[in-house]
């Protein structure tokens, strides 16, 4: 390893004041940075007035009630964000082993449908590492947010992170047989006409229907509720309620059962997947390895 020389050491600010710039930088607030570091705010503004200082430019600029990065602020901050997530991970490393807590972030339908019916393996072959579930449809910015890992799904094609397909978000319609039999059966796809067809401005509707060679004129005539995720879409179909259009990949322990049934196989494709996503600067630390080996591998197996 070669040796660091003396004049990069002394171009280095205070260590204690870059920590908090990262703090406050992440939370948009002193009051909040100075309660994760554990000292007062009167400290936490010192430390960032010293770091200016040392600059010679202000790093945010003071609101009413709000506190945002200035150019300089913005240009330091995702430097020094990737800088203390390399340290945090060569020290995890050097430790050995996945320990502490994992932030996962994901949406509802796949936490629901899918994490929460699989984690528990990830849990016994990991017992010190515990795992913490937010469901969101938001964009993380992991610089920003305390989240060590997202499941998106999209393209796949998101600056600064590492993507791993998990399984594509295909569609085709579903409903409980129940439904289906009070129309003597599902046999043709114009016969959905004849059934509610839940949240019918949902476009997969229009584009499945295009690949099945029926018009989807009607659609526009159907009143409907947008639910906002599939699994409550879901739970309304096995209540028999109207027929859903679900990526299937997400209900098989339904579809199983026979609480949801597909009564055909033409599945639509809008180029969109299912993505395990963490900042590239992070790929090696041990929790992140962890998860990703443990989450693809179960994926290719199911």
């Known amino acids: 390893m070669p040796e660091l020389k003396a004049p990069q050491l002394a171009q280095l600010p205070p260590l ?28 936490a503004s010192y430390q960032i007035k010293l770091l200016e200082e040392r600059i010679g430019s ?51 339908t796949f936490a629901s449908n899918w994490l929460a019916q699989h984690l528990g393996s990830f849990q016994l072959s990991h017992p010190s590492l515990a795992v913490r579930v937010d469901t969101s449809n938001r964009v993380i910015d992991f610089t920003r947010e ?30 409980s047989p129940a439904l289906a039999a009070s129309i003597g059966g599902v046999h043709e796809p114009a016969d959905l006409f004849k059934l509610p067809i839940l949240d019918p ?7 499945w229907f295009a690949l099945a060679g029926v018009p989807a004129d009607e659609l526009a005539n159907r009143t409907g509720t947008s639910m ?5 879409e879901a739970n ?19 579809l199983a059962a ?15 997947a299912y ?13 992140i390895k962890a998860f990703r080996d443990w989450i693809l591998a179960e994926i290719a197996c199911a």
């Open 146 to 175: 305390d989240m060590d890992i997202a499941i998106r799904s999209g393209s796949g094609k998101w600056p600064g992170v590492e993507t791993h397909l998990l399984f594509k978000a295909d569609f085709t319609p579903v409903l």
């Open 58 to 108: 202000p790093l945010f600029l003071r609101r009413p009630r709000q506190i945002v990065l200035t150019e300089p602020g913005q240009r330091l901050a995702p430097a020094v964000s990737e800088a203390f997530s390399l340290i945090s991970s060569a020290y995890s490393a050097a430790r050995g082993g996945a320990d502490g807590v994992l932030c996962v972030s994901t949406l509802l």
């Open 236 to 254: 309304a179909a096995i209540a028999g309620h109207g027929v859903a259009i679900l990526t299937t990949a997400l209900f098989k322990t339904e």
């Open 16 to 43: 204690q004041a870059i920590r908090v710039f990262e703090a406050v930088a992440r939370h948009l607030s002193f009051t909040k940075a100075a309660e994760e570091l554990g000292m007062t705010q009167a400290a």
């Open 228 to 232: 906002g995720a599939q699994a409550y």
């Open 258 to 272: 026979g609480r949801l049934i597909q009564p055909f196989d033409l599945v639509g494709d809008d180029g969109h």
């Open 275 to 287: 993505w395990l996503v963490y900042p590239t600067a992070r790929r090696n630390v041990p929790k």
């Open 201 to 207: 401005g949902d476009i997969w509707w229009r584009e």
